[in-house]
């Protein structure tokens, strides 16, 4: 008696090669899908998106701190009156003695603004005549 004996070859698994209508199908679906990446990246670049603000309105009660990570930075986030600040911790507004907050109000920083501590406008002129009076 000889038990049975199973050969196995690599190419007997292989899948069939894709015809070329299906390989055409599949690099073009690879564009379409490296095309979206890039546009998104680029949407996306500043590490905030428009839904990313809205979902910290909806999720962050009034008077609510957190830590906001954005563009490899922490910063201390907190809402109030229904809008969104940073903390402004960089060195170059050390000598802003009274700019405390950064308002967050869209994903490019064209309509941000400074406050002070009270979250009132930030006066860049009235601090300029404090250090020249001192």
Partial sequence: YLPSVATWHPAATRAPAPSPAEGEETQMERLRR???????????ASQLTYHGIHQLHSDLQDGQLCVFFR???????????????????????????SLVWER???????????YDGDFLPYDHSAEQRA???G
């Fill in 34 to 44: 490296a095309q979206a990446v890039q546009e998104w990246m680029v949407s996306s």
């Fill in 104 to 114: 967050l109000a869209d994903v490019s920083g064209e309509f941000s603004a400074f």
């Fill in 71 to 97: 563009n490899n930075h922490f910063s201390t986030m907190m809402k109030h009156r229904r809008e969104l600040f940073l903390l402004c911790t960089d060195v170059g507004y050390l000598d802003k003695h």
């Fill in 131 to 133: 250090a020249g009076e």
